[in-house]
């Protein structure tokens, strides 16, 4: 099982080939992103947060079909789409996806971007999704294979500290076990040669995003 999450962000266009299902995906709204839902005619299976951006009348029918409510207080230490994650991991979900977690609101978009990075989060598969984008984080001791087209745009972005031993095969540029160095842009806008692609990391944490290509 998989876990589709619906933040309350932007979310234009549909992730392309993404489909949904009611028996095998657990759809959780965080909070202000049950519009999502509502604008796509999609039931979720439990909303999750304080409440602050639902209207009282969607809560209520959703409750009446049966929908799970977690509510929790407004002075809380997460945001919603965390504790939406947290309940994703308490049901034993290690495939995640993330959908209207970018927006207008920096501190919200570059929070919900940099949560990939807790260590909470090491060993699952969790992917903010967007347009033809998708963001996820490698962490220290991790490997990874891409499959895309030819010409995807792949970038790295080192958080926190140097990301070390950085294999790259498959690439335009590649790397044999080097070092990116946090806050510098030499990672940025990779492109695959083929239809796959491999990511090493020995230490430290990289954010991938993918620019899936028309």
Same mark, same amino acid.
């Given at each position: 099982?998989?876990?589709?999450?619906?933040?309350?962000?932007?979310? !234009?266009?549909?992730?392309?080939?993404?489909?949904?299902?009611?028996?095998?995906?657990?759809?959780?709204?965080? !909070?202000?992103?049950?519009?999502?839902?509502?604008?796509?005619?999609?039931?979720?299976?439990?909303?999750?947060?304080?409440?602050?951006? =639902?209207?009282?009348? !969607?809560?209520?029918?959703?409750?009446?079909?049966?929908?799970?409510?977690?509510?929790?207080?407004?002075? @809380?230490?997460?945001?919603?789409?965390?504790?939406?994650? %947290?309940?994703?991991?308490?049901?034993?979900?290690?495939?995640?996806?993330?959908?209207?977690?970018?927006?207008?609101?920096?501190?919200?978009?570059? $929070?919900?971007? +940099?949560?990939?990075?807790?260590?909470?989060?090491?060993?699952?598969?969790? @992917?903010?999704?967007?347009?033809?984008?998708?963001?996820?984080?490698? %962490? *220290?001791?991790? !490997?990874?294979?891409?499959?895309?087209?030819?010409?995807?745009?792949?970038?790295? &972005?080192? +958080?926190?500290?140097?990301?070390?031993?950085?294999? &790259?095969?498959?690439?335009?540029?590649?790397?044999? $076990?080097?070092?990116?160095?946090?806050?510098?842009?030499?990672?940025? $806008?990779?492109?695959?040669?083929?239809?796959?692609?491999?990511?090493?990391?020995?230490? *430290? %944490?990289?954010? =991938?995003?993918?620019?899936?290509?028309?």
């Amino acid at each position: 099982m998989r876990a589709i999450i619906f933040a309350n962000g932007a979310m !234009d266009n549909w992730p392309a080939g993404m489909e949904l299902s009611a028996e095998s995906d657990l759809l959780i709204a965080a !909070d202000g992103g049950l519009r999502h839902c509502l604008n796509r005619q999609i039931k979720p299976h439990i909303i999750v947060g304080d409440m602050d951006s =639902v209207q009282p009348k !969607d809560l209520s029918k959703f409750e009446q079909q049966g929908v799970e409510v977690i509510r929790f207080s407004k002075h @809380k230490d997460q945001t919603d789409l965390q504790l939406a994650i %947290h309940v994703a991991l308490q049901r034993n979900i290690q495939e995640i996806f993330i959908l209207g977690a970018l927006g207008e609101r920096w501190d919200m978009t570059l $929070s919900n971007v +940099l949560i990939l990075a807790s260590p909470m989060l090491k060993g699952a598969e969790v @992917k903010i999704l967007e347009n033809g984008q998708e963001i996820f984080c490698l %962490h *220290g001791g991790q !490997d990874v294979t891409i499959n895309g087209r030819t010409g995807d745009v792949v970038s790295l &972005l080192p +958080l926190a500290q140097d990301a070390v031993g950085v294999t &790259l095969a498959g690439f335009e540029y590649s790397l044999d $076990s080097e070092t990116l160095p946090m806050g510098t842009t030499r990672g940025v $806008s990779n492109v695959l040669k083929g239809r796959s692609a491999r990511i090493g990391l020995r230490l *430290g %944490h990289l954010l =991938v995003v993918i620019s899936r290509s028309a």
